[in-house]
């Protein structure tokens, strides 16, 4: 199933993709595509519903694909060829960080470059949608906790980031730093997800091309990993880490500016599209 969320921000309504591409409403049948939804077996709820009978939804906003996150976890150099463009030492165990969840937005809402922003980056990831509460799991029973998949812009402020002193939090957190969607893939449609084709291209223009399966710590290890450290909950995202092609590694860097366009997608899992703007 492709799962999502549309309608103004903060007021989003639930839906769901039908055969034809088509965008179904999911109002009569569940409040949410959220935690608590997720917590409560909405998903095997939703497996045998008829789309058919469902009322068509006009085309409009894509909100977040999950609402009411708990966390945001990300994992840093998880691409051999990312860590070496960013000139830094491929780790020996998942670097694990967080992004506020005030950060979530819609897969196709604007970018705001942040006051006193000069280097705003781009990060195309596969994001995992955890479906069931993991503590200490281990990984070959790490993938019977995931709901699903999505696409997942971690955008940074590279100074902020590297230079301002502290973690890489505050460089990660602006609001509309964390696009997701515009769906949620279940995890019975997302078959061969270790293998799928991820992009990002800005003003047309090709950055990143590249495969999920050149991650050096693959989903079901990272979700074992770090539930070693911390309890994932329904509705937590775990952002699995993005390949080489950010503006940071590129000679010389190239950040993103008010106007320009983002689009970026994984295979099989939808597409993002944004527009850059400074805040005022």
């Not at 996150?69 to 030492?89: M, P, Q, R, S, W």
């Not at 997701?180 to 019975?188: F, H, N």
């Not at 090709?206 to 070693?228: C, D, E, R």
């Not at 983002?262 to 805040?279: D, H, I, P, W």
Request: some cysteine; overall charge negative; charged content about 20%.
């Amino acid at each position: 199933m492709k799962l999502l969320r549309y309608g103004p921000a903060g007021s989003e309504t639930p839906g769901i993709v039908d055969q034809q591409g088509s965008i179904r409403s999911l109002s009569s049948v569940v409040s949410d595509i959220d935690s608590d939804m997720l917590a409560g077996g909405g998903i095997d709820l939703l497996r045998n519903i008829d789309t058919s009978g469902l009322p068509l939804v006009a085309p409009g906003r894509i909100g977040a694909c999950v609402g009411n996150v708990g966390k945001f976890i990300c994992i840093g150099l998880n691409y051999t060829d990312h860590a070496a463009e960013a000139n830094l030492a491929l780790p020996t165990e998942p670097i694990i960080f967080q992004k506020a969840v005030s950060a979530i937005c819609g897969p196709n809402d604007d970018i705001e470059i942040p006051r006193g922003a000069s280097r705003v980056d781009w990060e195309v990831e596969l994001g995992i949608v955890i479906g069931k509460e993991a503590k200490y799991v281990t990984e070959a029973k790490a993938l019977d906790h995931v709901a699903g998949y999505c696409v997942l812009n971690d955008l940074s402020e590279r100074e902020f980031q590297m230079h301002r002193q502290g973690q890489w939090t505050k460089g990660k957190s602006h609001d509309t730093f964390g696009p997701i969607g515009p769906w949620l893939v279940t995890a019975d449609e997302a078959v061969g997800i270790e293998d799928r084709g991820i992009w990002l291209s800005v003003n047309g223009a090709p950055k990143q091309h590249s495969s999920t399966g050149k991650m050096v710590f693959k989903p079901a290890f990272l979700i074992s990993y770090v539930t070693q450290f911390m309890t994932l909950k329904p509705g937590d995202i775990l952002a699995t880490g993005t390949p080489a092609g950010v503006g940071l590694g590129m000679n010389p860097p190239q950040y993103l500016q008010e106007g320009d366009v983002v689009t970026l997608g994984v295979e099989g899992l939808g597409e993002q599209r944004q527009l850059c703007r400074r805040v005022q």
